[in-house]
């Protein structure tokens, strides 16, 4: 097994550790800036969704994974973001101006938010970012000299710097957020606040004791959780080039947090393994609704019986309304059970794996499951 | 004015007087300990120095200073350091990040220069490291230095908790049953590291503690409370034979 010599304690304040990872990050570099060369039309236009959820996860794997604070509004924080792109573009105020004014806007509403959490824990907290939500719902759709109402509003690409931006423009932009603020993640979580964030999460005693704010850290985490998401979503506002407040609901924020669930709440990569999934399951759906049922019916004529009785009635199945939810659900729960640290889990124990092949033993991360199944049972 | 001195403290959880006129004083350098039956008011006592319990009635004064109204998370910013009865370690934490936090109040960095992780938190973060790795060694936690809590033992545990309170760099250690839960040799440890903590850093001890042979072994000087009231203070020798704790121990 290799295990690289430490001889400095700034070798562990290093953001690439291995000559390994120097490689494969620069792999990942060189295979994301020839993504508008590689990819088609479409592919590339996925890509960008998936950064601008991957934006979202990391915001609220900062606030939910390493601060311990459930919120399931924070489709109003990329509501935010999105609107104040839309009105600013309107006004013809710059990209840039109005890209940081989004992000100030949301980060103090966040702040705002944040402040009830210092009094409120788990599902209580989880309603009143639920209600905070719907409050921003409500004012997109009644606030008509701003927001346009239930209308929406239409959006054009960004200029930017008086160059005006193209698909694959925007792509190069959407990337150059997301590595800003995946470094800007990573620093935050290994520095000083980040620690406090872990310790107010785990115990909120022990963490004052320490001489750690609580007040100043928890709100800390929604401002910075926010201005994060309404980054994301002065990019989803010109990525759908259309907005309008239904798009702003709780099963969007739900989806965010599946995508935390999903990819791995306890580290920053699982908001990117998160997001390829949650935009991955779409087209994967549909490719099965169109394929699956005839699939079916040849296999099953192959086997001598009425092939287009079956074919018909795994149509049935597959176009049934609600399939996406149940299947999502079914993903969540699957998840949870079995793999509570989501894909970036799943991803760490592969790398383990190949690494101790031979040596390998299924019962390696034994202890921490049980700990887990009986946390959960309290 | 002494070092630490309780006046008349008091506290009320409803009809309950679990702590009634209690005042003592503690000298610097000195290692004290409260005994006495379960539920006699002593993690009470902790907890209202530690500032988690504001108290109804009474004073806490820190080296002139009243804290009796500080807010908890200054109180580690004047040199207290608390360990928990219960265990209240980051779970899901790595140990040396455990202690880190214990340096907590060393840091001052603000929040963008956590965001750029610039040069003046890297340098903070090499004096954390360094000071952290100091309590390591002392300790002996090499072995568990990048393990998560919640695959350790609860007789390392303790220690560790025992190394956050240090790594804050206290001058007051306020230690809540340091040896519940602990085997023998454990205890051993412990009442070895406690000693050396007051001779070689220099560290004032207030310590809750059951297990009278380390009382005895460490102890300065002893406080017994019995229903929220001082019973007897002296050496552990005199609080042992006095007729009143020896009542509330075996029943008269």
Same mark, same amino acid.
């Given at each position: ?58 915001a609220l794997?900062?606030l939910s994974?390493?601060t311990?604070q459930v919120s399931i509004g924070h489709a109003a924080f990329l509501a935010i ?25 949301t980060?103090?509403v966040g702040y705002l938010v944040g402040l009830p959490a210092l009094r409120l824990h788990g599902v209580y907290l989880a309603i009143a970012t639920f209600a905070f939500a719907f409050i921003v719902e ?80 928890k709100?800390?985490s929604f401002?910075?959780s926010a201005?994060?998401t ?18 702003f609901?709780l099963?969007l924020s739900i989806?965010f947090i ?121 | ?98 202690? @880190?936090?214990? /340096?907590? &109040?060393?840091?001052? !960095?603000? *929040? ?5 992780? #610039?040069?003046?938190? +890297? ?71 406690? @000693?050396?903590? /007051?001779? &070689?850093?220099?560290? !004032?001890? *207030? ?5 009278? #042979?380390?009382?005895? +072994? ?35």
């Amino acid at each position: 097994m290799h295990q690289p010599v430490k001889t400095d304690y700034s070798q562990d304040l290093r953001l690439f550790r291995t000559a390994g990872q120097v490689w494969s990050y620069a792999a990942l570099a060189v295979f994301l800036l020839a993504a508008p060369i590689l990819f088609g039309n479409y592919l590339l236009s996925q890509v960008v969704f998936v950064i601008i959820y991957a934006i979202v996860g990391i915001a609220l794997i900062i606030l939910s994974g390493y601060t311990g604070q459930v919120s399931i509004g924070h489709a109003a924080f990329l509501a935010i973001g999105a609107y104040t792109a839309a009105y600013c573009q309107k006004q013809g105020i710059p990209f840039v101006v109005y890209f940081v004014l989004a992000g100030a806007l949301t980060g103090v509403v966040g702040y705002l938010v944040g402040l009830p959490a210092l009094r409120l824990h788990g599902v209580y907290l989880a309603i009143a970012t639920f209600a905070f939500a719907f409050i921003v719902e409500e004012i997109l759709a009644r606030w008509e000299s701003v927001t346009n109402g239930n209308e929406g509003i239409m959006l054009a690409l960004p200029d930017l710097f008086g160059l005006k931006l193209g698909d694959t423009g925007f792509y190069y932009l959407c990337l150059a957020v997301v590595t800003t603020i995946m470094l800007g993640a990573i620093n935050l979580l290994r520095s000083p606040t980040g620690r406090a964030f872990v310790a107010l999460r785990d115990s909120e005693t022990a963490a004052k004791s320490m001489g750690v704010n609580p007040a100043r850290y928890k709100t800390r985490s929604f401002a910075i959780s926010a201005a994060i998401t309404g980054l994301a979503g002065v990019l989803y506002a010109h990525k759908l080039s259309f907005i309008s407040p239904e798009m702003f609901t709780l099963s969007l924020s739900i989806e965010f947090i599946m995508i935390v669930i999903i990819g791995g709440i306890a580290s920053l990569r699982g908001a990117v393994f998160g997001a390829i999934f949650m935009i991955m399951v779409d087209p994967v759906l549909a490719t099965l609704k169109d394929d699956l049922p005839g699939l079916v019916a040849n296999v099953v004529s192959v086997l001598g019986l009425n092939g287009g009785g079956a074919q018909e009635a795994v149509a049935r199945v597959v176009n049934a309304p609600g399939l996406k939810s149940l299947i999502f659900g079914l993903i969540i729960i699957f998840f949870i059970i079995f793999e509570p640290f989501g894909l970036a889990g799943r991803w760490e124990k592969i790398k383990l794996y190949v690494r101790l092949f031979p040596l390998y033993k299924a019962t390696t991360f034994k202890r921490q499951k049980m700990y887990l199944k009986s946390e959960r049972g309290r | 004015m002494s070092y630490l001195a309780v006046q008349g403290l008091s506290i009320q959880f409803g009809g309950l007087k679990a702590v009634d006129d209690v005042s003592f004083e503690v000298a610097q350098g000195e290692v004290f300990t409260i005994i006495g039956p379960n539920g006699a008011g002593k993690t009470t006592v902790f907890n209202m120095i530690s500032r988690l319990y504001t108290p109804t009635a009474g004073r806490i004064v820190f080296k002139d200073e009243d804290i009796t109204r500080l807010p908890v998370q200054l109180v580690a910013a004047r040199g207290i350091a608390r360990t928990f009865q219960n265990i209240e370690l980051f779970e899901n934490a790595s140990t040396l990040d455990n202690l @880190l936090v214990g /340096r907590h &109040r060393h840091s001052s !960095t603000s *929040l963008v220069e956590d965001i750029l992780f #610039s040069g003046r938190v +890297r340098r903070q973060e090499l004096e954390h490291r360094e000071a952290v790795e100091r309590v390591i060694e002392l300790l002996r936690l090499q072995h568990c230095r990048d393990m998560l809590i919640s695959g350790l033992p609860y007789g390392v545990r303790k220690v560790i908790e025992l190394g956050r309170a240090l790594a804050i760099g206290p001058e007051l250690l306020l230690l809540d049953e340091p040896s519940s839960g602990l085997n023998v040799e454990e205890t051993d440890d412990m009442a070895h590291w406690i @000693l050396d903590i /007051r001779r &070689r850093l220099g560290i !004032t001890v *207030l310590m809750v503690e059951h297990d009278m #042979s380390l009382v005895s +072994r460490v102890s300065d000087r002893v406080l017994a409370l019995n229903y929220g009231k001082i019973m007897a203070v002296g050496t552990a020798q005199e609080v042992q034979t006095h007729p009143d704790v020896v009542a509330a121990y075996l029943g008269t």
